[in-house]
């Protein structure tokens, strides 16, 4: 018998459940008739907190419930948008200065809604702000002072003002990307800091959902899309200074992994010295900047530091007098004096078709985001050989492998030959901490490892300095979170190309050909002969140098 009423709920429940189905159908339609988004609370997490800014009394004499609200940016569900209280509402909301868009949703889910708000379980005393100020940010700079005390202060917060403690957390230390990586029982949060994932703390899922929620409203997802990736981006301002975020969510088996890009305009605004460039590499790419025609690629994996580079280039040219164009995907970073545009391949305008219209604008320099295609590649180089300096990046390991890259995607070798003119590749490793690293005398292990490649460099008659008795290494302290490491630094390969080259490739010559003209005529340093060279200078470590160019 007891098995029996068992199944009998179980079955009135999943009847229940299609029902609500349909009737959820209905509101949707009806949405989509009244030209007016569809929001379904019963399946949305939502913010407790809110309840502290629309009373019980205005959110169920109106049919209404807040389920979004970002500084003065209002959503509101209701169950009818022409029902009169419901417009009294919306107007003294708007009054007061509030943007308020809203949504249609059924009665189950207002109830919903209502539900959570209105429990006594989730009242809070602590009063929900609507806008975090510049003030308020800076405090919060000078509270986190390291990255464990992160964890305590987000659990205590609203949704809102958690996120906003993980940003500037992020921010103060240098971090490039947050990452959120949901597991069985909670949710990773990861920030990679001078192109290192650091595991900072852990959340729970339903914290998670929260915070998850407001980074989608502010980057302009759906927030009831959970089973396919979105991609979105908006901003927050740190000290006067514009943040920009790029967001991307990928479903998994235990909920959505988010990953957030922070984009800081002022970090790309640096020299090539600050970079790391030195020496003839430094002067060979100055002189880049000042050519009137030719190709500069810039090479080298994923995260590390092309666009960068790409854009202190940008920044040497005078932009008073010529025309920047630049083709990205997506823009990173805004540059004064220069017109730039993003691709949309679901739109059709991808690289080689941007291109092709930026050439119709009478550009003097353009920068393409990426050669990843035949034709962007062979219109990159044409643009070179008639008249106009092209920037743009390759993913290939080293300087020289550009070439059979290149020649590989169809473009001709008498094309190709007095395109180029430059070719960086780089890496970047983490630079040490200026206020607590450590010297200590070098081991036999590292005087034979360092000696390896100063030797060869003196075979190629390239001047190098002496080993050195001591190398720095990192002990961390509070200005690094406690990492050892403060800032990123390139390592790089710069090469040059004269009419040896360009005669080596014309007569399709093979590339270990190539590879003896360089070593014997060009004096260039490999990336990892550069990074050696910032150890001996006290910039960097061996590890470092080893973990991504060995």
Not at 14 to 29: F, L
Not at 213 to 228: A, D, F, G
Not at 283 to 309: D, N, W
Not at 496 to 510: K, M, Y
């Amino acid at each position: 018998m007891a098995q029996g009423d068992a199944d009998n709920r179980k079955l009135t429940k999943g009847v229940a459940e299609v029902n609500q189905q349909y009737k959820e159908r209905d509101v949707q339609a009806k949405a989509k008739t009244l030209g007016i988004p569809y929001v379904n609370l019963l399946t949305m997490p939502i913010n407790p907190d809110l309840a502290d800014f629309l009373s019980k009394e205005d959110a169920v004499g109106a049919h209404a419930a807040l389920y979004f609200q970002v500084g003065k940016k209002l959503r509101l569900a209701v169950l009818d948008p022409n029902n009169e209280t419901t417009k009294t509402l919306l107007e003294k909301l708007r009054q007061g200065g509030f943007q308020v868009d809203i949504s249609l949703c059924s009665e189950e889910s207002l109830a919903a809604g209502h539900k959570i708000y209105f429990s006594e379980v989730y009242q809070k005393q602590e009063e929900l702000r609507n806008v975090v100020e510049e003030a308020d940010l800076g405090t919060y700079m000078k509270e986190i002072e390291n990255l464990n005390e992160l964890k305590a202060k987000i659990e205590a917060a609203s949704f809102d003002k958690a996120l906003n403690y993980i940003q500037i957390g992020a921010y103060k230390t240098h971090s490039s990307d947050i990452h959120f990586e949901p597991e069985e029982t909670r949710v990773l949060v990861r920030f990679r800091i001078d192109g290192v994932l650091q595991a900072v703390f852990d959340i729970t899922p339903k914290a998670y959902a929260g915070i998850l929620t407001e980074i989608k409203y502010l980057s302009h997802l759906k927030l009831n899309i959970l089973s396919l990736p979105q991609d979105g981006q908006y901003s927050f301002l740190v000290n006067q200074r514009q943040i920009n975020v790029r967001v991307s969510t990928l479903p998994t088996h235990y909920g959505e992994a988010t990953v957030m890009r922070l984009l800081d305009a002022q970090r790309a605004q640096v020299t090539f010295e600050e970079l790391g460039f030195e020496g003839i590499a430094l002067q060979r790419l100055m002189e880049s900047t000042t050519l009137s025609h030719g190709m500069i690629l810039v090479t080298g994996p994923t995260g590390s530091g092309k666009t960068t580079t790409l854009y202190s280039m940008l920044q040497r040219i005078d932009t008073r007098s010529k025309k920047v164009i630049t083709l990205e995907d997506p823009i990173e970073y805004n540059l004064a004096g220069i017109s730039q545009s993003q691709v949309q391949e679901d739109k059709g305008y991808t690289f080689a078709a941007g291109l092709r219209s930026i050439l119709r604008q009478d550009p003097d320099a353009i920068m393409v985001g990426e050669i990843r295609d035949t034709e962007t590649a062979e219109t990159a180089v044409q643009a070179s050989l008639t008249g106009h300096l092209v920037f743009s990046t390759l993913h290939t390991n080293s300087a020289i492998e550009s070439i059979p890259r290149l020649l590989n995607m169809g473009v001709k070798s008498y094309v190709l030959a007095p395109a180029l003119d430059l070719i960086v590749a780089q890496r970047l490793v983490r630079k040490l901490c200026p206020s607590c690293a450590v010297a200590s005398p070098a081991t036999e292990a590292e005087r034979a490892h360092i000696d390896e490649s100063l030797n060869a460099l003196r075979q190629r008659g390239i001047e190098a300095p002496a080993m050195p008795a001591e190398l720095r290494h990192p002990k961390g302290c509070p200005v690094c979170s406690q990492t050892g490491f403060k800032g990123p630094i390139a390592i790089s390969e710069v090469l040059p190309f004269d009419q040896g080259i360009r005669d080596l490739i014309l007569g399709n010559a093979p590339m270990p050909e190539v590879y003896a003209y360089i070593e014997k005529n060009l004096k260039m340093t490999s990336v990892h002969e550069d990074g050696i060279l910032k150890v001996i200078h006290g910039l960097t470590t061996l590890e470092e140098v080893d973990r991504v160019a060995k």
